[in-house]
């Protein structure tokens, strides 16, 4: 358990349904991470916060994609009219400047199925 | 681009030590070597990092060539708990000068721990 936790653990859901998914990293740590990682694939990154603001972006972050992170904690990530493309783990990560080397913790991830 | 490769298996006997190996020859002088490794169906756990200068902690040791062209991590003991995806990073792509960062993530080496 890395303190990083993520709700649902899993998700099926219907093509053309929202589905949102949270994040809550560890306390002291400012900047959040969400990643996606398809199957065999490595984790791809996706958007970054520090605090509440979001600094970056991926353009595998299409429009149907939202990120908030609204008091600087927890995060949540919706996606809406969901396709079957999306189908894949959702992970979140957190971290804090530790020096100069950069760690990150991550979350066990949300599975997302869409059939 | 990952700018690591990585063997895409191997096979270690439980109780065994078992040595990863990963070739980063682009590696600038001022970029650390990080290992993560992905237990099945959870999120990426970071393992170890270093710069030059071997490295060990309760999980593993690093050890890093003297021209820092490759590293090769280590689990003394492997256990069947072992049996993970390892990844293999030297590339963090800085975001805006903010701290924050986007792990690049290649396919890793599937370590498989037999009985």
């Known amino acids: 358990d890395t303190g990083v936790s993520q709700n649902p653990r899993h998700k099926i859901t219907k093509r053309g349904q929202n589905v949102t998914f949270r994040c809550d990293p560890i306390s002291e740590h400012n900047r959040l991470y969400w990643y996606r990682q398809t199957l065999g694939q490595g984790p791809e990154f996706l958007t970054y916060?520090?605090?509440?603001?979001?600094?970056?972006k991926s353009r595998l972050l299409s429009d149907r994609f939202s990120a908030e992170r609204p008091k600087g904690s927890f995060s949540t990530l919706e996606i809406q009219r969901t396709e079957q493309g999306d189908s894949a783990m959702y992970l979140c990560?957190?971290?804090?400047?530790?020096?100069?080397?950069?760690?990150?913790?991550f979350g066990p991830g949300t599975r997302l199925t869409v059939t | 681009d990952a700018k690591t490769t990585q063997p895409p298996s191997m096979d270690c006997a439980e109780g065994r030590a078992a040595n990863l190996p990963c070739n980063h020859s682009t590696i600038s002088g001022n970029e650390y070597v990080y290992w993560y490794r992905q237990i099945h169906s959870q999120g990426p756990q970071y393992i170890i990092h270093?710069?030059?200068n071997n490295e060990t902690n309760e999980m593993a040791s690093l050890i890093i060539t003297e021209d820092r062209k490759s590293s090769t991590l280590i689990l003394p003991h492997a256990t069947l708990r072992d049996t993970a995806v390892y990844y293999c990073?030297?590339?963090?792509?800085?975001?805006?000068?903010?701290?924050?960062?986007?792990?690049?993530f290649g396919a890793g080496t599937r370590l498989f721990v037999k009985a």
């Open positions: 990073i030297v590339r963090v792509s800085i975001i805006k000068s903010t701290g924050g960062f986007k792990t690049i």
């Open positions: 916060f520090q605090n509440e603001a979001q600094l970056e």
């Open positions: 270093g710069l030059k």
């Open positions: 990560a957190s971290s804090d400047k530790q020096g100069v080397t950069y760690e990150q913790y």
